[in-house]
């Protein structure tokens, strides 16, 4: 079993509307939480950080974790065509030797005009 | 600018020839790391390096050296590949003090090997 699964996709949503992306994960000691989004033929650049459980509210975008059920969301609030891109989860312990991410799958979002 | 290069940025290959893929940052990030993508499998840490000199295995480090001589550079080396390192790789790099999970990942490399 994966530490981090998140759902491939691809989604696709109509202009303006709100999307969801979800992630689970099994290792209770995982304590930071990021989304990365990835356009085509890019890297992956860091979107939202948050820290144990809570939301986060940047713009449009909303994180938010349940360590209770080990499940991390990101919500797209009027979506537009340029938040077309790979969403990626990802997510550490705060062990101090462990200084590396695990990631999801990643989830495709397309935003049709 | 501040960013992280990779070079090249494809390769085609042949099977057992030896080849390197640089990565370079100009934001004098203590921490680097190489990462392969794979459909399904998502980001897969290779190796990191935390400083000069220092390096250390990721989760899939087989197959693949890597050597951090100057804090700039930080190249992955292939001496022998084969067709299941077939790959998208990304190079990055971050402050070490500070979030390392704020990482700025380069452009990435596609490599075939055949």
């Known amino acids: 079993q994966k530490e981090v699964e998140q759902d491939p996709g691809p989604l696709s949503v109509p202009e303006g509307a709100i999307v969801s992306l979800n992630c689970t994960y099994s290792n209770s000691a995982f304590q930071y939480f990021m989304w990365y989004r990835q356009y085509s033929r890019k890297g992956p650049e860091l979107l939202m950080y948050t820290y144990s459980s809570g939301n986060k509210e940047d713009g449009r975008f909303t994180a938010q974790v349940d360590k209770s059920s080990k499940y991390i969301s990101l919500f797209i609030r009027d979506s537009q065509p340029s938040d077309s891109a790979t969403y990626l989860c990802?997510?550490?312990?705060?062990?101090?030797?462990?200084?590396?991410?695990?990631f999801g799958s990643g989830t495709q979002l397309t935003v049709l005009p | 600018e501040a960013q992280v290069t990779q070079n090249p940025r494809y390769l085609i290959t042949v099977t057992g020839k030896k080849l390197t893929v640089t990565c370079s940052q100009n934001?004098?990030?203590?921490?680097m790391s190489w990462y392969r993508q794979d459909p399904g499998l998502g980001l897969r840490q290779i190796y990191y390096s935390m400083n000069v000199e220092v390096t250390d295995k990721g989760d899939v480090p087989e197959g693949y050296k890597v050597s951090r001589k100057e804090k700039r550079n930080f190249p992955l080396i292939l001496e022998s590949p084969s067709p299941n390192q077939t790959s998208l790789y990304f190079c990055a790099s971050a402050f070490r003090g500070g979030r390392t999970d704020t990482q700025y990942f380069g452009p990435g490399t596609r490599l075939t090997v055949l």
């Open positions: 990802a997510t550490r312990d705060s062990s101090g030797s462990a200084r590396q991410l695990t």
């Open positions: 934001m004098n990030h203590e921490y």
